[in-house]
């Protein structure tokens, strides 16, 4: 499996903060926190590279972690 981009983050009133990931072919996916979790377990228990994933998972933890002031 080709790894994939991550186009952005977004966050949506409601849904909260979504990853964009894309494909070699320009395809776009968005990804809120347990649908990239989800996705990195099926992809891990199929035998595939899950790093593009997982560097999502954490910058989305990066962006969501509150600041000490």
Known sequence: ???L???GFYNLP???ILVELRDN???AMLYN???LQYRIVDLKQQGIDT???EKALAQMNTLTTPQAL
Do not use: K
Request: hydrophobic residues 20%; negative net charge; without cysteine.
């Open 1 to 3: 499996m080709i790894p």
């Open 5 to 7: 981009d991550i186009a």
């Open 14 to 16: 409601g849904e909260g």
């Open 25 to 27: 072919n320009g395809q």
């Open 33 to 35: 926190r347990q649908g």
């Open 51 to 53: 790093s593009s994933e």
